[in-house]
């Protein structure tokens, strides 16, 4: 099986940027759907970005409607890593941000139960 570590969370304030990294082993990212997901306390977890491949050479990626224009989903091949790159943080992105991935590559996933593998998540806390 694939083991991921996600890690760069912190606290941050409000309108900042933050980058969090989830780093493979034991599987090729860039042959997995690749999904960034959170929780806040209390709640379920929640959808946040995914990528997966899209024909042979290209890819796809699709946000949740409340982190869509702020936040980036990409992947490293060279160095099997998934990234999200968060910006104009808000006190609501506050929640532990969890890394997953999914073997079937080609296609697109939305939803917790659709991903095989999960990473320990890291704490992204946002101050006003």
């Known amino acids: 099986q694939v083991q991921l570590v996600e890690s760069g969370g912190g606290l941050m304030q409000a309108g900042a940027s933050l980058g969090l990294s989830c780093a493979a082993s034991g599987g090729f990212l860039s042959t997995y759907t690749v999904g960034w997901f959170r929780q806040a306390p209390g709640k379920d977890r929640e959808f946040v970005a995914a990528i997966s491949r899209s024909g042979w050479s290209g890819y796809s990626t699709d946000y949740a409607e409340s982190v869509k224009g702020r936040f980036t989903i990409s992947r490293d091949s060279a160095k099997n890593t998934a990234y999200l790159q968060m910006s104009s943080l808000q006190p609501d992105d506050t929640a532990v941000y969890y890394c997953?991935?999914?073997?079937?590559?080609?296609?697109?996933?939305?939803?917790?139960?659709?991903?095989?593998?999960w990473g320990q998540g890291t704490q992204v806390t946002v101050s006003s």
């Open positions: 997953a991935a999914d073997r079937h590559g080609w296609s697109m996933h939305l939803n917790v139960n659709e991903y095989d593998y």
